[in-house]
């Protein structure tokens, strides 16, 4: 995309995003090893690709130390509560000019259904809550490479006190910017096109500022 290979033009002022399947209906997770922390680590643009490379594994192999390296979301997905916390939020984008109210209602008649089956652990047709909720965990991205790393972590304060440690070296040599930021959970958007594939995806932040957060304090 950034070489123009894949190039979307530009939508009309009054075109509306198609915002199907995005959803925000699980509440946070809280951290279980002491914090959430949101990191931002991005290389100096004179710095050396393969130095950056390394210290990117460096902190990579200080959070395997952790609990399933520092994934945030537990095992069997994140926990679940009625009535959702984005309810709201998911009624605005997915009501595609229907009243709000009534797809508000119906949102929460969807999520009742649904916090029945996650309860019980029964099966409606093709849906195995038990399935799906283990492949949330799988499928979320706790963990991301684009101009640099980014990662949310649950973390102890040992091993972040080691990550730091790794990361204030890099700066001083002029290697790399970072910032981080903690908080005490973190929160997950959803991609689901279909609730019966395994091909939804999650996407992981902390939840009281996160990756937004912690670029601010790079940039300061």
Known sequence: MKSGHLIIQPAGPDAQPDLTGLSCRWSNSKARHGQI???????????????????????????????????????????MSFPPPGVEIDAHVSRAGRNLLAQKIRLMIGNMLIAVLFKTGMRLGQFEPTHYKQMVSRNADFRKFDDGLKMTLDCDTATLDQIIQLLDEARAMGKIRYGLHVQQEAMMTCFVPSATRDDHVHFVDGASGGYAQAAATMRA
């Open 37 to 79: 922390v949101s990191l931002v680590i991005q290389p100096k643009s004179d710095s050396d690709e393969a130095d950056f490379a390394a210290l990117a594994q460096s902190v990579l192999s200080a959070a395997e130390g952790l609990e399933r390296a520092g994934h945030p979301v537990p095992p069997n997905g994140p926990p």
